[in-house]
């Protein structure tokens, strides 16, 4: 057992909601519940049948505060590892913070943030790997994140790690015997069996390494800039993209970059629109988002949508834009298309390749549903493989991952140049040691603390 304090908060979102939940865990986890819920059918959670709700009400010196369900779950099968209690009352936030006061009172302590998600990786409920993933599914923003997400908690990560650790345990063994018996021949035989086992693990680093891009995505969204002449419909197209998407997920505070953005949900994988800001000043066309911070916006995006005027014909500038889009995730938007058409889609096609071109009027609504199709199947793969691979979707694991590879790369140099077998066991090690960090195995309590202080408190 980790802690001998028990601990409580109100885990359900501040606000107003059907119901509001209150959880305990600790070693006096049914002391502090007997202490406030009084259970109709039972006098104490000591008698309780676990696992099972039972209805009654919370009471403050003799007040009822309100009515609700309370259950059991013992130690060590729940999710803490702990005794746990979760009593359920309506969501009121005066209700809850009543209920959680009484918790105080009774010897509980406030939860900090994610501890009850520590509590369970201290008890060996999760690795630190599926604690993140708990996070993650927190704050999914899309069905792509949110089962890769899944198949983390699930260990999908944690078997990978294992595998890759148990075959550096084999290779470290193996020139452990070198070591210790240097004759000639078995060095031979051993060397060539260290190459194939590095290689693999290598090969298999790598590969996850490569995908980790598409992780980045999967969890984050496609970053998406609109861009195109002045007047060409960009804010229109933004508004009606707006408009159009029922379920928007408006001023989200980037997690991993401190500033607003807007993001729109088609398919699975969520396009996270780029410096919309600029897009938004429509009283100043001017000062509109200048050329260069376009430029910049195309390099760091994953997905373009570039915009052309329909009406007229092609210009210079967007010749230039639509030559840039060849070979890039990109998409061009033909708007006015309720004007005659002047723009050349021959020679759009001649200058972009393969990239789709879709015909809408911003201003009217029109093409929209092409546009939204056309959209989702840029991004289905993503959905699709995020329910099937392995992705790296978590910084921390990327770069564990990738000092993992180099000390595999280094050790392969020495192998080469027929180093002694403890060079290369030294990088082994390393790289060894750095996997064990992705499920917290070899880690230490500093980034521990920092990985559970980005939870929200009562997880
Ligand atoms: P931006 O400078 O690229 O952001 O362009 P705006 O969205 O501000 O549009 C420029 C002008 O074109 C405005 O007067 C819009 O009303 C007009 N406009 C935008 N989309 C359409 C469209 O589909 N059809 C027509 N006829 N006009 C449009």
Same mark, same amino acid.
């Given at each position: 057992?980790?802690?001998?304090?028990?601990?409580?908060?109100?885990?359900?979102?501040?606000?107003?909601?059907?119901?509001?939940?209150?959880?305990?865990?600790?070693?006096?986890?049914?002391?502090?519940?007997?202490?406030?819920?009084?259970?109709?059918?039972?006098?104490?959670?000591?008698?309780?049948?676990?696992?099972?709700?039972?209805?009654?009400?919370?009471?403050?010196?003799?007040?009822? @505060?309100?009515?609700?369900?309370?259950?059991?779950?013992?130690?060590?099968?729940?999710?803490?590892?702990?005794?746990?209690?979760?009593?359920?009352?309506?969501?009121?936030?005066?209700?809850?913070?009543?209920?959680?006061?009484?918790?105080?009172?009774?010897?509980?302590?406030?939860?900090?943030?994610?501890?009850?998600?520590?509590?369970?990786?201290?008890?060996?409920?999760?690795?630190?790997?599926?604690?993140?993933?708990?996070?993650?599914?927190?704050?999914?923003?899309?069905?792509?994140?949110?089962?890769?997400?899944?198949?983390?908690?699930?260990?999908?990560?944690?078997?990978?790690?294992?595998?890759?650790?148990? #075959?550096?345990?084999?290779?470290?063994?193996?020139?452990?015997?070198?070591?210790?018996?240097?004759?000639?021949?078995? #060095?031979?035989?051993?060397?060539?069996?260290?190459?194939?086992?590095?290689?693999?693990?290598?090969?298999?680093?790598?590969?996850?390494?490569?995908?980790?891009?598409?992780?980045?995505?999967?969890?984050?969204?496609?970053?998406?800039?609109?861009?195109?002449?002045?007047?060409?419909?960009?804010?229109?197209?933004?508004?009606?993209?707006?408009?159009?998407?029922?379920?928007?997920?408006?001023?989200?505070?980037?997690?991993?970059? !401190?500033?607003?953005?807007?993001?729109?949900?088609?398919?699975?994988?969520?396009?996270?629109?780029?410096?919309?800001?600029?897009?938004?000043?429509?009283?100043?066309? @001017?000062?509109?988002?200048?050329?260069?911070?376009?430029?910049?916006?195309?390099?760091?995006? !994953?997905?373009?949508?570039?915009?052309?005027?329909?009406?007229?014909?092609?210009?210079?500038?967007?010749?230039?834009?639509?030559?840039?889009?060849?070979?890039?995730?990109?998409? @061009?938007?033909?708007?006015?298309?309720?004007?005659?058409?002047?723009?050349?889609?021959?020679?759009?096609?001649?200058?972009?390749?393969?990239?789709?071109?879709?015909?809408?009027?911003?201003?009217?609504?029109?093409?929209?549903?092409?546009?939204?199709?056309?959209?989702?199947?840029?991004?289905?793969?993503?959905?699709?493989?995020?329910?099937?691979?392995?992705?790296?979707?978590?910084?921390?694991? @990327?770069?564990?991952?990738?000092?993992?590879? #180099?000390?595999?790369?280094?050790?392969? #140099?020495?192998?080469?140049?027929?180093?002694?077998?403890?060079?290369?066991?030294?990088?082994?090690?390393?790289?060894?040691?750095?996997?064990?960090?992705?499920?917290?195995?070899?880690?230490?309590?500093?980034?521990?603390?920092?990985?559970?202080?980005?939870?929200?408190?009562?997880?």
């Amino acid at each position: 057992m980790y802690e001998e304090t028990t601990i409580a908060a109100i885990a359900t979102p501040p606000g107003e909601g059907g119901i509001g939940i209150i959880r305990i865990s600790g070693m006096n986890a049914v002391d502090v519940a007997d202490a406030l819920f009084h259970a109709k059918k039972i006098h104490s959670f000591h008698e309780a049948e676990p696992y099972r709700m039972y209805f009654g009400h919370v009471e403050k010196d003799g007040r009822k @505060v309100d009515e609700g369900l309370a259950v059991y779950m013992k130690a060590p099968h729940s999710y803490t590892g702990e005794d746990v209690i979760e009593i359920q009352i309506h969501g009121s936030m005066e209700a809850l913070r009543e209920t959680l006061e009484l918790t105080l009172e009774s010897g509980a302590v406030p939860a900090s943030r994610g501890e009850f998600t520590k509590r369970a990786f201290l008890n060996g409920r999760l690795d630190l790997s599926q604690a993140e993933a708990v996070m993650d599914i927190i704050e999914a923003k899309g069905s792509a994140a949110l089962s890769q997400a899944e198949s983390h908690l699930s260990g999908a990560l944690s078997r990978f790690v294992k595998e890759g650790r148990d #075959e550096l345990t084999d290779l470290i063994t193996k020139l452990e015997v070198t070591i210790d018996y240097p004759e000639e021949d078995l #060095e031979d035989l051993t060397n060539e069996e260290i190459g194939r086992g590095l290689s693999d693990i290598e090969k298999s680093l790598s590969a996850l390494l490569k995908r980790s891009e598409e992780g980045r995505i999967i969890k984050d969204g496609l970053r998406t800039a609109i861009v195109g002449r002045p007047n060409a419909g960009k804010s229109s197209l933004l508004n009606a993209l707006l408009q159009e998407d029922r379920a928007i997920v408006t001023d989200i505070p980037g997690t991993t970059r !401190d500033t607003i953005e807007e993001s729109i949900k088609i398919g699975g994988v969520p396009l996270v629109l780029m410096d919309t800001a600029g897009l938004r000043e429509t009283d100043n066309k @001017v000062e509109r988002i200048g050329i260069e911070r376009a430029k910049k916006s195309m390099e760091q995006a !994953d997905l373009i949508l570039a915009v052309i005027d329909g009406s007229c014909p092609l210009e210079k500038e967007d010749r230039e834009l639509l030559s840039s889009l060849k070979g890039r995730k990109a998409m @061009v938007i033909l708007n006015k298309y309720d004007l005659p058409q002047e723009a050349d889609e021959e020679e759009i096609r001649n200058l972009t390749g393969s990239v789709p071109i879709v015909s809408i009027s911003a201003r009217y609504g029109s093409g929209m549903d092409e546009l939204e199709e056309a959209l989702r199947r840029l991004t289905e793969h993503q959905d699709r493989d995020a329910g099937r691979e392995l992705f790296l979707t978590n910084l921390r694991h @990327v770069d564990l991952v990738k000092k993992a590879l #180099e000390a595999v790369h280094r050790a392969q #140099e020495s192998l080469r140049n027929s180093m002694p077998a403890d060079c290369i066991t030294v990088d082994l090690v390393e790289a060894w040691n750095r996997m064990g960090e992705i499920t917290g195995e070899t880690v230490d309590n500093e980034l521990i603390n920092q990985i559970f202080e980005r939870f929200c408190v009562g997880k």
